[in-house]
Nanobody, 126 residues
Framework: QVQLVESGGGLVQPGGSLRLSCAASGLTFSRYTMGWFRQAPGKEREFVAAISWTYGTSYNEDSVKGRFTISRDSASNTVYLQMTSLKPEDTAIYYC???????????????????WGQGTQVTVSS
């Protein structure tokens, strides 16, 4: 059974930074694309970033490109999301997800991810 546990969320001022972590278990981590999604109140869950098993990356070009960086550490089965220059519109619950199948690219499609964490709240406000 796949388990994904996010941490690192919190309250930060506009322009600040946060690093989210997601600890994965129950899967051969190094074989799977991992992703971050977010959901703001009243909005649909949206793609943020993904990193493949070969360390290829994809980002939501419109909203986070150049400000967020996704990375992974197979030694600790952890995927990270470094967020900088945060804006109030980044406020959301951030979810970690694992691709449904091994050996895939850094897809942006929510439907491709079959395992999800419980989410961590990020609030950007002064």
């Amino acid at each position: 059974q796949v388990q994904l546990v996010e941490s690192g969320g919190g309250l930060v001022q506009p322009g600040g930074s946060l690093r989210l972590s997601c600890a994965a278990s129950g899967l051969t981590f190094s074989r799977y694309t991992m992703g971050w999604f977010r959901q703001a109140p009243g909005k649909e869950r949206e793609f943020v970033a993904a990193i493949s098993w070969t360390y290829g990356t994809s980002y939501n070009e419109d909203s986070v490109k150049g400000r967020f960086t996704i990375s992974r550490d197979s030694a600790s089965n952890t995927v990270y999301l470094q967020m900088t220059s945060l804006k109030p519109e980044d406020t959301a619950i951030y979810y970690c997800a694992a691709h449904s199948r091994a050996y895939n690219s850094a897809t942006t499609r929510l439907a491709d991810f079959g395992s999800w964490g419980q989410g961590t709240q990020v609030t950007v406000s002064s």
